[in-house]
Nanobody, 127 residues
Framework: QVQLVESGGGLVQAGGSLRLSCSAS????????IGWFRQAPGREREFVAR????????LYAGSVKGRFTISRDNAKNTAYLQMNGLNSEDTAVYYC????????????????????WGQGTQVTVSS
């Protein structure tokens, strides 16, 4: 069972950047597609981005497309979320999640597709 640990969160001014990391405890890391989700206070957890098992396919929520970039380094068992142009709407706890199944277009944005989750890292954007 893979364990995921996020890091890289913090406080940043609007317009700034952060890079989140998601480190996995077990290999082969390529058994898992990785997703990033976020949850703001009083709101439901929402999909942010996903990267396929070998990193050839990425998917983004409309609200972050063009500002965020998901990537992975399978040799380091780590996935990343580069966040640029941050604004107050991006303030949330960010979670990475792993999906070992066969991707289905109708479910890959859903939390239910991911069987393993990290503990989350707080991102706060000040205006």
């Amino acid at each position: 069972q893979v364990q995921l640990v996020e890091s890289g969160g913090g406080l940043v001014q609007a317009g700034g950047s952060l890079r989140l990391s998601c480190s996995a405890s077990e290999a082969p890391f390529t058994d898992y597609a990785i997703g990033w989700f976020r949850q703001a206070p009083g709101r439901e957890r929402e999909f942010v981005a996903r990267i396929s098992k070998v990193g050839t396919t990425t998917l983004y929520a409309g609200s972050v497309k063009g500002r965020f970039t998901i990537s992975r380094d399978n040799a380091k068992n780590t996935a990343y979320l580069q966040m640029n142009g941050l604004n107050s709407e991006d303030t949330a706890v960010y979670y990475c999640a792993a999906d070992s199944g066969i991707p289905k277009p109708q479910t890959i944005r859903s939390q239910n597709a991911y069987g393993y989750w990290g503990q989350g890292t707080q991102v706060t954007v000040s205006s």
